[in-house]
């Protein structure tokens, strides 16, 4: 079943089009990478579908519920961490679980948070101030929260961009665990194209604005003749009409 | 839309979570009120030594800078707990959960009722017990002239939220002077007779006018006006559905422009 349905999402900000028509699906138990060179639209594509930035045009449906017209149940079953939006710095790793827990209604609140800690290594750091964390800690503290609700439709930018590679292979795996209960889909970007083979299912490569390649990270690169899916990435950077459908 | 009492108190726990770990949150949350009152107090004591026999100044001087710095209190109540998701960047975590609108603003004046609550406390404290202020002057009236600022207050604290997620967090300098722009307006020190005839226009259309005159007539040995009540009651209740109104609309541009996603991503551009 279908956790994330787009279909033909538009974002223009005045004569500037910064996702044009964009349309994917995301099924349950399947982690989707979301790649492309800055400016491909990635981040706006992300906004979208978090409700924080309003499409120009087309629909958006999280678990069968349109986020036009039911925004709160839609991201009831959303979640997600990125790099640039950490939790409140100046509150204690328990007390955003808290806070964000209740946002999200999260039932046995308590014992949620308390599994999550031991899971993710944090129960040491449980009352200890977010801002003093190491940028590694605080991402996991962001990846816990990220999974507080327990969320059909996972949204990770770069979940792992400040970790060291045992933590951000530790990560990898809790995903993947998670997922594997087939409940729930991921929307992955990174552009560790390593990672990216390594916990994908399937690919997005975006370019303009618009998915310009879609398929499975390890066949990808030779379907295009290239050696390798970091090749491929330079090439969608570069040459994307070298590419284009 | 359904209203989900849960993520309102979230927002008035993290608020608490807030002030209960940091003193620089605590202290000015009765400190500078205390100051005020102490400051006010000693000049209406050496009001009442010149003054004619048998006048007070306690009841109108300090009972007015008590029921002004509460306003106050209670407008810096709703910005503040809007700031601290300013401050620490917190829109996007914030906004792409399921909390509406009505949830946040609601968990805003809750976090104010609260903050406001202990500052009115102390002041009540501070000017009954050393400066013998009763408010039981003021009689039955007291209750709604503390709901008609109460209200006003709100309003003012939302439509400062609303000027600074619409400018930019640079603009909280905006809001901090919004209370002393207002209070030569309002009254609190005199009568709005005093004020010339286009100040008394502006006047009339700010619900504390209405309060503060209410206060003087009972401390003069009249009575406050209940028709000059209810249309300073109902004038608030007005100015919070306009300003929630306003934030509405300023939240829907700033998920239209994309302003809330860069309100967070700021710090990293």
Redesign the interface.
């Known amino acids: 079943m279908t956790v994330l349905a787009v279909s033909n999402l538009r974002k223009s900000?005045g004569a500037t089009t910064a996702v044009d028509g964009l349309s994917f699906q995301i099924a349950r138990g399947e982690i989707v990478g979301l790649l492309g060179p800055n400016g491909a639209g990635k981040?706006?594509t992300i906004?979208m579908l978090?409700?924080?930035?309003?499409p120009s045009a087309g629909s958006i449906s999280i678990d069968g519920r349109n986020l036009a017209t039911e925004?709160?149940?839609a991201?009831?079953r959303?979640n997600?961490a990125?790099?640039?939006?950490?939790?409140?710095?100046?509150?204690?790793v328990t007390?955003n679980l808290?806070?964000?827990g209740?946002?999200?209604?999260v039932r046995g609140l308590r014992a949620r948070i308390d599994a999550l800690l031991e899971q993710f290594d944090l129960a040491r750091f449980r009352h200890t101030r977010c801002g003093v964390l190491s940028s590694g800690e605080q991402t996991r503290v962001s990846i816990a929260?990220a999974m507080l609700n327990a969320p059909a439709l996972l949204l990770l930018d770069e979940p792992t961009a400040s970790l060291d590679p045992a933590t951000a292979q530790e990560i990898r795996a809790a995903i993947r665990t998670f997922v594997a209960g087939g409940q729930a889909g991921v929307l992955w970007t990174s552009h560790n194209m390593y990672e990216v083979e390594d916990v994908c299912d399937r690919v997005l490569f975006m370019a303009r604005g618009q998915v310009l390649l879609d398929g499975n990270p390890r066949t990808l690169p030779q379907e295009h003749g290239k050696a390798s899916l970091e090749e491929l990435f330079i090439t969608v950077a570069r040459e994307p009409l070298s590419l284009e459908r | 839309m359904r209203m989900?009492p849960?993520?309102t108190?979230?927002i008035a726990?993290?608020q608490l979570?807030?002030v209960r770990?940091?003193v620089s949150r605590l202290l000015p949350m009765f400190g500078w009120v205390a100051v005020d009152i102490v400051l006010w107090g000693f000049i209406t004591r050496y009001l009442n030594t010149v003054a004619s026999p048998g006048f007070s100044f306690v009841p109108v001087l300090l009972g007015a800078v008590l029921m002004w710095d509460f306003f106050t209190r209670v407008m810096q109540g709703v910005t503040m707990a809007f700031f601290?998701d300013v401050w620490?960047?917190?829109?996007?975590?914030?906004?792409?959960?399921?909390?509406?609108i009505p949830e946040y603003l609601a968990g805003l004046v809750l976090s104010s009722i609260a903050t406001s609550a202990i500052g009115l406390t102390v002041m009540l404290l501070l000017a009954s017990f050393v400066f013998g202020l009763s408010m039981l002057t003021y009689g039955g009236s007291l209750a709604l002239f503390v709901m008609v600022l109460f209200i006003f207050g709100i309003a003012l604290g939302i439509v400062g939220c609303a000027l600074v997620l619409r400018l930019g967090p640079s603009a909280e300098w905006f809001v901090w002077p919004i209370p002393s722009m207002v209070s030569p307006f309002v009254g609190v020190f005199y009568p709005l007779s005093t004020l010339p005839s286009w100040m008394q226009v502006v006047s009339r259309a700010l619900p504390p006018s209405y309060v503060f005159e209410g206060m003087r007539a009972i401390v003069h040995g009249g009575r406050a006006a209940p028709h000059s009540l209810a249309l300073g009651g109902a004038l608030a209740v007005l100015y919070v559905f306009g300003a929630c109104v306003l934030f509405a609309r300023v939240y829907?541009q700033a998920?239209?422009?994309?302003l809330?996603?860069r309100y967070?991503?700021e710090?990293?551009s």
């Open positions: 900000y981040t706006t906004n978090l409700g924080v930035l309003e925004r709160a149940a991201l009831m959303t997600f990125a790099v640039y939006a950490p939790l409140p710095g100046n509150l204690t007390q808290r806070f964000f209740m946002l999200y209604d929260k | 989900h849960r993520r108190f979230a726990l993290r979570y807030l770990g940091s601290e620490s960047r917190n829109f996007l975590n914030i906004f792409a959960s399921p909390l509406s829907r998920v239209r422009t994309g809330i996603a967070s991503a710090s990293v």
